[in-house]
């Protein structure tokens, strides 16, 4: 009998994956109210990479809600609250915790199931926030060059940075790639379980993998506004699939893509 495409084993299978949202004001048609937003780059990358977008605000977090999808991305957003990583709140630092919360519980969650994360931006941060690590809570303080990632409100800098042998990043994006950029903070002390993959040539980590168990990949700059390059989006999908058709099949472990990339850890420091 030939599989349906609604199921994880049929060639028209299209993998659910599940992102995090803003919970602020929004407006629609005549109304001004708060509202759950993803900006629509987000979607539309996930849907043109193959997979179905579903929406997960910050309210009633269920992590338990993993269990019905094959991926899971932390969007961007505002900076992580510094009480999350046991620092004291810098002038320029913005936050919304309760969205640290349900963020984080997901993040978590996610890397004890093995389902395939991609975090990014604040994702990224969140990710090394939720297994230990810290972040600089202004780049421009330690790295004279770094108001070129956040050029101005609501404009994208551009960041060019080199990815590190054996990892997803150089497998997707080979040894040096481009992307859109918009944050002002950075990873700091990078979490025990992660390994940098990718830097600016100013030192600047710009991605983060797991050194085992699920895929994860967490990147700092903006791969949803690349528009040209969907290559990572496509990859996150792929192994989202993969991982679909394992969970299908309860006497195999649920894990993609974590066993094949064991990139070595490096000094996480920023010179």
């Known amino acids: 009998m030939a599989s349906s495409g609604s199921e994880p084993s049929g060639a028209g299978y299209r993998p659910r994956i599940a992102l995090t949202t803003y919970y602020q004001e929004g407006s629609w048609g005549v109304w001004n109210s708060v509202a759950a ?3 629509g780059a987000y979607v539309e990358a996930v849907a043109a990479a193959g ?7 910050p309210v009633g977090t269920d992590p338990g809600v993993l269990e019905l999808v094959d ?11 510094p009480r999350f990583y046991g620092a004291e709140r810098h002038e320029l630092t913005s936050s919304q ?11 978590r969650a996610a890397l004890e199931r093995g389902v395939p994360l991609f975090a990014i931006c604040r994702g990224a941060q969140i990710l090394n926030v939720a297994l230990g690590g810290t972040l600089i809570q202004h780049l421009p303080d330690v790295n004279e060059n770094a108001a070129r990632y956040q050029p101005g409100p609501g404009r994208y800098g551009e960041v060019e940075f080199t990815t590190a042998p054996g990892s997803r990043c150089r497998e997707l994006l080979g040894e040096t790639a481009e992307s859109p950029c918009y944050h002002h903070q950075a990873l700091e002390t990078v979490a025990e379980d992660l390994v940098v993959t990718a830097r600016a040539d100013d030192g600047t980590v710009e991605a983060v993998e797991t050194t085992g168990g699920g895929w994860t990949l967490g990147v700092q700059f903006h791969p949803e506004e690349n528009r040209k390059d969907a290559r990572l989006f496509e990859g996150f999908v792929r192994v989202a699939h993969d991982y679909a058709r394992e969970r299908a099949r309860p006497e195999r472990p649920r894990r993609a893509g974590g066993a094949d990339h064991a990139p070595q850890r490096e000094d996480t420091r920023i010179p």
């Open 51 to 57: 997979g179905t977008p579903l929406l997960l605000p």
């Open 71 to 81: 991926g899971l991305i932390v969007i961007g957003g505002v900076d992580v609250d």
């Open 37 to 39: 937003i993803v900006p």
């Open 97 to 107: 915790p309760s969205r640290d919360e349900h963020d984080l519980a997901l993040t």
